[in-house]
């Protein structure tokens, strides 16, 4: 499964934006903007919702592009694939 990091960290070099720059736009003090963000991207941290909200606003995508999971492996696809078929109704 793509992390939340690493999906922060493409759409944050995307936007042509540093650690710094992306942490100081959200709000953090910036002698520790660059340090958060880093944190982030390497999932030693989950940011808050309203964090999140800012994280998104800036990089120009909707929250749940952050947040929903992105599987990356075919046994994952397997996996969804399977209980898609199986919980079919309840969707």
């Known amino acids: 499964m793509i992390t939340f990091g690493r999906k922060l960290k493409h759409l944050r070099q995307k936007n042509h934006?540093?650690?710094k720059?992306?942490?100081?736009?959200?709000?953090?003090p910036e002698d520790s903007a660059d340090v958060r963000i880093a944190q982030y991207e390497a999932d030693a941290r989950k940011p808050r919702d309203e964090i999140?909200?800012?994280m998104a606003k800036i990089l120009c995508v909707p929250i749940d592009v952050l947040t929903v999971p992105i599987l990356s492996e075919p046994r994952e696809y397997e996996a969804a694939s399977f209980w898609?078929?199986?919980?079919?109704?309840?969707?």
């Open 17 to 19: 934006l540093t650690q």
């Open 21 to 28: 720059e992306l942490g100081i736009a959200i709000g953090f």
């Open 52 to 54: 999140l909200a800012k």
């Open 84 to 91: 898609m078929h199986e919980l079919a109704a309840e969707l």
